[in-house]
C-alpha cells in the first residue's frame, strides 16, 4: 500500500488566484493590499520563509514590507513598531515573525499586534476569540491543516484526531479548529506517555513538532491520514517533515507531503487574510 499523496498546491494556487483578484479590486478602489512582516532574527529558515511571503504576495498584488529590527532587538522596540504599523493606516495585515531574540516571547508583543490586522491570528485577543467560536483570523498554519483536509475530501466530523505539538501558533489552534469540525480532539507534547500507543488509535493524525522523523509506522493506524506540518531543513539545504514518510506511507491512507503540503497553504491563507483585512472583513 503507498499512502495517497495530499498536496497543498493546488488548493494554495486557487487561494492566491482569489486573493490576486480581491488585491487587484483594491489596488482600482485606490487602497493597495499591504503586509508588513517584523523580523528580529538571523535565522536562516526564517529569512528563507519571509523571503517565499513576500514573493507570494508580490505576485498577488499585494504589497510586503519586511521590517528587519535585527538579531539583537529590544522586546520595547518590537512592540513600538508593531504599536506603529498597526496605526499606519497604508498597513492592513501584520506578522510578527518567529524565533524572536532571547527574552522575547511572541505570547507577551503579539497584543501590540491590532486585532483587525492580526493576520496570522496571534494576538491573545484573536486566539481567545478563536476558541470561543468568535470570528477572528486564525494562524494561517492551523488553519492550513483543516483547509487541506476539507480540500481533499477527508470528513472530520466524529473522527479521532490527534495533534502532536501544543504550540500557541500550532497545535493549539488547530485543535479548536479541528473540534468545530466535530472532530474528537486528542492533544499530545513533549511530556504525553507512550505517544504511539495515543497516536496509533487515530482516524488522523497532525504532526506539528519540529523533530523530523518523529512519527513513524509505529505511530500510524493502518489507513490514518497523516497532516505533516513540521519543516526540518536538512544539511543539504532542502526540507522534511516531521514524519518519516518513506516509512508512514507504506502504512498511512493519506499523507500530506514536505515540502509541498502544509506550507503553500499556509502562505496563501496570509495572503487570503490580508486582502480580507484590507476589505476590513474578518472571516
Ligand atoms: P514549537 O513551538 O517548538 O512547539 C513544538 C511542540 O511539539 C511543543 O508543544 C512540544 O511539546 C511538542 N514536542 C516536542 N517534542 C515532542 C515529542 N518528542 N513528542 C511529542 N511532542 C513533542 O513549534 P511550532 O512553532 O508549533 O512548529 C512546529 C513545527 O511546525 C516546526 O517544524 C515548524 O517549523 C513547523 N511550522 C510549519 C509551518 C508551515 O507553514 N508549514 C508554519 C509554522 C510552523 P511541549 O509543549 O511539551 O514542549
Known amino acids: 500500500m503507498s499512502a495517497r499523496v495530499l498536496s497543498g498546491k493546488e488548493l494554495a494556487a486557487s487561494i492566491r488566484s482569489e486573493a490576486t483578484a480581491r488585491a487587484a479590486e483594491l489596488a482600482a478602489a485606490g487602497t493597495p493590499a499591504k503586509l ?3 523580523v528580529a532574527t538571523a535565522d536562516e529558515s526564517s529569512a528563507w520563509y519571509v523571503r517565499s511571503i513576500a514573493r507570494a504576495a508580490e505576485k498577488s498584488g499585494i504589497m510586503c514590507e519586511i521590517v528587519d529590527l535585527g538579531a539583537a532587538a529590544e522586546p520595547a522596540l ?36 491590532a486585532f483587525e490586522k492580526d493576520v496570522d491570528g496571534a494576538n491573545p485577543l484573536s486566539l481567545g476569540r478563536l476558541a470561543a467560536g468568535l470570528p477572528a483570523f486564525a494562524p494561517a498554519t492551523a488553519e492550513a491543516v483543516v483547509a487541506i483536509l476539507d480540500h481533499h475530501g477527508i470528513d472530520l466530523a466524529g473522527r479521532h484526531v ?6 500557541t501558533v500550532v497545535g493549539k489552534p488547530a485543535a479548536h479548529l479541528l473540534l468545530d469540525r466535530n472532530a474528537t480532539v486528542t492533544v499530545c507534547h513533549s511530556r504525553t506517555r507512550d505517544l504511539a500507543a495515543i497516536t496509533s488509535t487515530a482516524d488522523v493524525v497532525v504532526a506539528a513538532v519540529g523533530r523530523a522523523g518523529l512519527i513513524t509506522a509505529e505511530h500510524v493506524r493502518p489507513g490514518a491520514v497523516v497532516v505533516d506540518v513540521g519543516t526540518n531543513p536538512t544539511e543539504d539545504g532542502g526540507l522534511v517533515g516531521d514524519v518519516d514518510a518513506v516509512a508512514v506511507a507504506d502504512r498511512a491512507g493519506a499523507l500530506t ?15 487570503r487574510h490580508t486582502v480580507h483585512a484590507a476589505q476590513r472583513h474578518l472571516p
Not at 257 to 271: E, Y
Open 162 to 167: 490527534a495533534v502532536v505539538g501544543r504550540s
Open 36 to 38: 508588513a512582516v517584523v
Open 78 to 113: 518590537i512592540r513600538d513598531r508593531l504599536a506603529s504599523l498597526s496605526a499606519d493606516d497604508t498597513v492592513h495585515g501584520i506578522i510578527l515573525q518567529t524565533p524572536l531574540p532571547q527574552g522575547a516571547r511572541l505570547e507577551d508583543l503579539a497584543g501590540a499586534i
Open 257 to 271: 507531503p514536505v515540502p509541498g503540503g502544509v506550507g503553500p497553504v499556509t502562505t496563501a491563507l496570509l495572503l
